[in-house]
């Protein structure tokens, strides 16, 4: 076994994720032969969630000190999580792995993901409905983070095990069926592997001629964004005649991609055609993030999206103005905003007192001014003694004054 040269220069710091298993134990060791260890270090992360997680710790610490380099430890205190345990434990691992980098100047990250990982996260995609682009299989490098074993599998693992004698610890819950990966890999692949030696070779194949397919349609798709696509710290949207006019090979694709770049969240195929089908005015991606219809515009929000500042909103204005209404509008130059002002976000219900001193809902302002479903909740609104007084840059309403910050 050995390391593919174009994963890691001699100048790099690496930072290896260390759990103490066979894979990380093998990594530790070849990494060792080709570097010098004051540029190597172990990061192990200790979710809290089994019984003897403690002792894994100490046994990473120990090799640690073995072989003298430096030791960073970060525990999670998982052990209450009572739903989607392994990928809130997986989120939850990469932050702190990335951390402790960053802090420490480490700028790589080594994980000891197999031939064998890769092959079993294809039948766990398969298993919850991924799309094809999500079947391409763990990546070798992506930012800070490298996996320099994915050429080889768990019996060229165990092979180097034994004829380096390596120390190792076993995780006892691998052989329990607890989560779908120990029932794919104790279960269901020993069972296909009796009808088809070949089966391991033919995934990877795949796999590798979906990572090229996916790298054809990124080009396509990353331009696409670059584009058409306009992003908010919370939001993003694109006009929504051009994803009609796309193949759907790349409609699929597309929201696969906004949601996890922007949104570091995912969904099976079924949830994104079910988006691209259009048929619903509002529709819950995931526990993170919405997505939103009107008759101009599709939009991906997080649940938790705060009010847009004043420089944002120009900016949105900028975009939007062609597409909606707006009446004695405030625009730039008589924007005025002082110490008196609050900026608050819609609430249903909520009056507005017009400029004409008609109180009308601000919900039926909105409609008035065709401001996207989207948008409402996140326009901001000026405020002066519990009275709103403006939408900036849509409507100057009755007690609007800029020549004074008080109520008329």
């Given at each position: 076994?050995?390391?593919?040269?174009?994963?890691?220069?001699?100048?790099?710091?690496?930072?290896?994720?260390?759990?103490?298993?066979?894979?990380?134990?093998?990594?530790?060791?070849?990494?060792?032969?080709?570097?010098?260890?004051s540029?190597?270090?172990?990061?192990h992360?200790n979710?809290?969630?089994r019984?003897?997680s403690?002792l894994?710790?100490?046994?990473?610490?120990?090799?640690?000190?073995?072989?003298?380099?430096?030791?960073f430890?970060?525990?999670l205190?998982?052990k209450?999580?009572?739903?989607?345990i392994?990928a809130v434990?997986?989120?939850?691992r990469?932050n702190?792995?990335?951390?402790i980098?960053?802090?420490n100047s480490?700028?790589?990250?080594?994980?000891?993901?197999?031939?064998s990982?890769?092959i079993?996260q294809f039948?766990?995609?398969?298993?919850?409905?991924?799309?094809?682009?999500?079947l391409g299989?763990?990546?070798e490098?992506?930012?800070?983070?490298?996996r320099?074993?994915?050429a080889?599998s768990?019996e060229?693992?165990?092979?180097?095990?034994?004829?380096n004698n390596?120390?190792?610890?076993e995780d006892?819950?691998?052989a329990?069926n607890?989560?779908?990966?120990?029932?794919?890999?104790?279960?269901?692949?020993?069972?296909?592997?009796?009808?088809?030696?070949?089966?391991h070779t033919?995934?990877?194949?795949l796999?590798?001629?979906i990572?090229?397919?996916?790298l054809?349609?990124?080009?396509?798709i990353n331009e696409?964004?670059?584009?058409n696509?306009h992003i908010f710290n919370?939001?993003?949207?694109f006009?929504k005649s051009l994803l009609l006019?796309?193949?759907?090979?790349?409609k699929?694709?597309?929201?696969h991609?906004?949601?996890y770049?922007?949104f570091?969240?995912?969904?099976?195929?079924?949830?994104i055609?079910e988006?691209?089908?259009?048929?619903?005015e509002k529709?819950?991606?995931?526990?993170?993030v919405?997505l939103f219809f009107?008759n101009n515009?599709?939009s991906?929000?997080?649940?938790?999206?705060?009010?847009?500042?004043?420089?944002?909103t120009e900016r949105l204005?900028?975009?939007i103005k062609?597409k909606?209404?707006?009446?004695?509008?405030c625009?730039?130059?008589?924007l005025f905003i002082d110490?008196?002002?609050?900026l608050?976000n819609f609430?249903?219900?909520?009056?507005?007192?017009?400029?004409n001193?008609k109180?009308v809902?601000l919900?039926?302002?909105f409609?008035?001014?065709?401001?996207p479903?989207?948008?409402?909740r996140?326009?901001?609104?000026l405020?002066?003694?519990?009275e709103?007084?403006a939408?900036?840059?849509?409507?100057?309403?009755?007690?609007?004054?800029?020549?004074?910050?008080?109520?008329?």
């Amino acid at each position: 076994m050995f390391l593919k040269k174009s994963l890691i220069k001699k100048s790099d710091k690496i930072l290896i994720a260390f759990s103490g298993g066979k894979d990380s134990v093998v990594l530790l060791d070849l990494l060792l032969k080709s570097f010098e260890k004051s540029n190597i270090a172990i990061a192990h992360i200790n979710h809290e969630i089994r019984e003897n997680s403690s002792l894994d710790a100490r046994f990473s610490q120990d090799i640690a000190k073995k072989y003298g380099i430096l030791y960073f430890q970060k525990n999670l205190g998982l052990k209450n999580i009572s739903s989607n345990i392994e990928a809130v434990a997986r989120d939850n691992r990469y932050n702190a792995l990335i951390k402790i980098a960053k802090d420490n100047s480490f700028n790589k990250i080594a994980t000891a993901h197999t031939k064998s990982d890769n092959i079993e996260q294809f039948f766990i995609k398969l298993y919850r409905g991924s799309s094809l682009s999500g079947l391409g299989g763990i990546s070798e490098a992506r930012d800070m983070i490298i996996r320099p074993l994915l050429a080889y599998s768990s019996e060229d693992i165990k092979a180097y095990i034994k004829n380096n004698n390596l120390s190792h610890i076993e995780d006892e819950t691998n052989a329990e069926n607890l989560y779908l990966r120990n029932k794919i890999r104790n279960t269901i692949l020993p069972k296909i592997n009796i009808e088809n030696y070949d089966l391991h070779t033919h995934i990877i194949n795949l796999m590798t001629q979906i990572e090229k397919d996916n790298l054809y349609f990124n080009n396509i798709i990353n331009e696409f964004i670059d584009k058409n696509v306009h992003i908010f710290n919370d939001f993003l949207f694109f006009d929504k005649s051009l994803l009609l006019n796309l193949p759907e090979s790349i409609k699929t694709r597309l929201i696969h991609k906004l949601l996890y770049q922007f949104f570091n969240t995912t969904s099976n195929f079924n949830k994104i055609m079910e988006i691209i089908k259009e048929d619903k005015e509002k529709l819950q991606v995931s526990s993170k993030v919405d997505l939103f219809f009107d008759n101009n515009f599709i939009s991906i929000v997080k649940n938790n999206a705060k009010t847009l500042n004043i420089k944002d909103t120009e900016r949105l204005f900028s975009i939007i103005k062609d597409k909606i209404k707006f009446f004695r509008a405030c625009e730039t130059s008589d924007l005025f905003i002082d110490e008196n002002i609050q900026l608050i976000n819609f609430t249903t219900g909520e009056k507005f007192q017009k400029y004409n001193n008609k109180t009308v809902k601000l919900k039926d302002v909105f409609i008035d001014h065709k401001i996207p479903i989207f948008l409402r909740r996140l326009w901001p609104l000026l405020s002066l003694n519990n009275e709103v007084i403006a939408l900036a840059f849509l409507e100057k309403g009755y007690y609007y004054n800029p020549k004074n910050s008080y109520k008329q």
